[in-house]
Nanobody, 111 residues
Framework: HVQLVESGGGSVEAGGSLRLSCVASGVTVTANCMGWFRQAPGKGREFVASFVHSSGSTEYADSVKGRFTVSQDNAKNTVYLQMNNVQPADTAMYYC?????WGQGTQVTVS
């Protein structure tokens, strides 16, 4: 039974930072199937970032490259999304995806 719990969202001013966390159970974050997505009001869900444990490689949407960083803590079975220099366009519900299972999301609002 896979369960993903996101946290760390909130309201922040443009130029600020947030760190989102996704604690996984029932799946290990080293399984190469973890990622972050987001959905803004009235829009579809879009890819944000992913981390491939076996290669250590990361992938990012063009809109967040250079500002967001995805990482893992294997001991805590947690995936993080460090968001720096956030902009109003980053306002969305952020979801963790783990091996086909979605978390409940955490809201990020940038003003």
């Amino acid at each position: 039974h896979v369960q993903l719990v996101e946290s760390g969202g909130g309201s922040v001013e443009a130029g600020g930072s947030l760190r989102l966390s996704c604690v996984a159970s029932g799946v290990t974050v080293t399984a190469n199937c973890m990622g972050w997505f987001r959905q803004a009001p009235g829009k579809g869900r879009e890819f944000v970032a992913s981390f491939v444990h076996s290669s250590g490689s990361t992938e990012y949407a063009d809109s967040v490259k250079g500002r967001f960083t995805v990482s893992q803590d294997n001991a805590k079975n947690t995936v993080y999304l460090q968001m720096n220099n956030v902009q109003p366009a980053d306002t969305a519900m952020y979801y963790c995806l783990g091996c086909g299972k979605w978390g409940q999301g955490t809201q990020v609002t940038v003003s």
